[in-house]
């Protein structure tokens, strides 16, 4: 990233196909956002406030997946708008949980899920903004987490990249003094393949990591699925342990033929 043109960089923050918990996760940022209130001009965010103006921004962060005919559009106006396009959360970096439409009949979904599924425009797949436009950096998780967040943001107003490690959440369970529940207890958890950033939540309070922060860096996918198995999983349970929030990216690193094909995809 190169530092900002103008004095107060503006601010653009965009929705797409998601939930808009990524979204509050920057609202909950109250306190770490104060000093930098006068330092950024937020210019479009309509989850926090009506005064939506026009482009061009320094800075857009992206939310959601795109899933639509109308977001396909969108997001090629977002990005031409922006000076640095960065996506945040599983949706915008995966195409999130709503992708498992990827490995189906999306017009069976719509029309189990819609009383009049023919007003319903939607594509075939969800896939993630970096599947149609460049992306400047990819923030993870289902949802972001805070601290990563402030870097980003920090980071582009210091003309920087982000310092986000690609490493799995078992650096953070030894950081934190958590015991390994593989091996202590027999536990499947994720946290060998998943990319770190919760801060191992899950493990420390006994729960497997399920892997809402995506792959990590150099997932060793061969190795993780015998473990699973030796777990007491299932390769049913484990195409639903892995078909999740970031079900599209854990597919596309599953060894072929490991779980009987995507087909079986839940």
Same mark, same amino acid.
């Given at each position: 990233?190169? $530092?900002? *043109?103008?004095?107060?960089? +503006?601010? #653009?923050?965009?929705?797409? =196909?998601?939930?808009? !918990?990524?979204?509050? @996760?920057?609202?909950?940022?109250?306190?770490?956002?104060?000093?930098?209130?006068?330092?950024?001009?937020?210019?479009?965010? $309509?989850? *926090?406030?009506?005064?939506? +103006?026009? #482009?061009?921004?320094?800075? =857009?962060?992206?939310? !959601?997946?795109?899933? @639509?005919?109308?977001?396909?559009?969108?997001?090629?106006?977002?990005?031409?708008?922006?000076?640095?396009?960065?996506?945040?959360?599983?949706?915008?970096?995966?195409?999130?949980?709503?992708?498992?439409?990827?490995?189906?009949?999306?017009?069976?979904?719509?029309?189990?899920?819609?009383?009049?599924?023919?007003?319903?425009?939607?594509?075939?797949?969800?896939?993630?903004?970096?599947?149609?436009?460049?992306?400047?950096?990819?923030?993870?998780?289902?949802?972001?987490?805070?601290?990563?967040?402030?870097?980003?943001?920090?980071?582009?107003?210091?003309?920087?990249?982000?310092?986000?490690?690609?490493?799995?959440?078992?650096?953070?369970?030894?950081?934190?003094?958590?015991?390994?529940?593989?091996?202590?207890?027999?536990?499947?958890?994720?946290?060998?393949?998943?990319?770190?950033?919760?801060?191992?939540?899950?493990?420390?309070?006994?729960?497997?990591?399920?892997?809402?922060?995506?792959?990590?860096?150099?997932?060793?996918?061969?190795?993780?699925?015998?473990?699973?198995?030796?777990?007491?999983?299932?390769?049913?349970?484990?195409?639903?342990?892995?078909?999740?929030?970031?079900?599209?990216?854990?597919?596309?690193?599953?060894?072929?033929?490991?779980?009987?094909?995507?087909?079986?995809?839940?």
């Amino acid at each position: 990233m190169t $530092a900002p *043109a103008h004095p107060r960089p +503006r601010l #653009g923050v965009f929705k797409f =196909a998601s939930c808009d !918990g990524c979204q509050l @996760t920057l609202l909950d940022c109250e306190d770490e956002l104060l000093p930098l209130a006068d330092r950024i001009e937020i210019a479009h965010f $309509a989850e *926090a406030s009506g005064d939506i +103006r026009p #482009g061009p921004y320094d800075l =857009a962060l992206v939310e !959601g997946s795109v899933s @639509t005919p109308e977001h396909l559009e969108r997001v090629r106006r977002v990005r031409a708008e922006s000076r640095h396009l960065v996506t945040i959360g599983a949706c915008a970096t995966a195409g999130g949980v709503q992708a498992l439409r990827n490995f189906a009949d999306v017009t069976e979904f719509r029309a189990v899920v819609y009383a009049k599924p023919e007003y319903i425009e939607t594509l075939a797949t969800s896939t993630p903004i970096s599947a149609h436009v460049p992306v400047d950096f990819e923030l993870r998780g289902c949802p972001i987490d805070r601290g990563q967040l402030i870097e980003v943001v920090t980071a582009f107003l210091a003309g920087r990249r982000p310092d986000i490690p690609d490493h799995s959440v078992c650096f953070a369970c030894k950081r934190r003094g958590t015991t390994c529940l593989p091996v202590a207890h027999g536990t499947p958890c994720l946290g060998p393949v998943t990319h770190a950033g919760c801060g191992a939540l899950c493990p420390a309070y006994g729960r497997g990591c399920y892997g809402c922060f995506g792959p990590s860096g150099s997932p060793n996918m061969p190795a993780m699925i015998p473990l699973l198995r030796s777990d007491g999983m299932s390769d049913e349970d484990i195409l639903r342990f892995l078909h999740t929030f970031n079900v599209d990216d854990f597919a596309a690193i599953e060894p072929p033929g490991a779980l009987g094909g995507r087909e079986e995809s839940p």
